[in-house]
């Protein structure tokens, strides 16, 4: 299984920007989730979704802003980023997880992903 993220790009401050997760390679069910690192700061967590029941998880900075979503007939995940702001500006990940242990707060999530794709850019300017 590979995933390829895409979508980034350029936005004014109070834009939107969608980001998309190719899924390609046969899997049964995983966990979905999308992270950012900008510049001389730690990765983090942005939003994660699980690929059968839709439940979501948000970042306390994005929640209300990003919606995460996917498809399972496109075998692909989105990000949906509106008002974005400067802060946002950072490289996209787009990662899966077969299974995240109940109770694993969103802020580690990180080391139970296994699969990663390659970052996509965003950017916001003031």
């Known amino acids: 299984v590979q995933l390829q993220a895409s979508g980034g790009g350029l936005a004014q401050t109070g834009g939107s920007l969608r980001l998309s997760c190719a899924i390609s390679?046969?899997?049964?069910?995983?966990?979905l989730a999308w992270f950012r690192q900008a510049p001389g700061k730690e990765r983090e967590f942005v939003a994660g979704?699980?690929?059968?029941?839709?439940?979501?998880y948000y970042a306390g900075s994005v929640k209300g802003r990003f919606t995460i979503s996917r498809d399972h007939a496109q075998n692909a995940g989105y990000l949906q980023m509106n008002s974005l702001k400067p802060e946002d500006t950072a490289v996209y990940y787009c990662?899966?997880?077969?299974?995240?242990?109940?109770?694993?707060?969103?802020?580690?999530?990180?080391?139970?992903?296994?699969?990663w794709g390659k970052g996509t850019q965003v950017t916001v300017s003031s």
């Open positions: 390679g046969t899997f049964s069910w995983y966990t």
């Open positions: 979704i699980t690929w059968i029941a839709g439940s979501t």
């Open positions: 990662a899966a997880a077969p299974y995240v242990p109940k109770g694993l707060g969103t802020s580690n999530w990180s080391s139970a992903m296994d699969l």
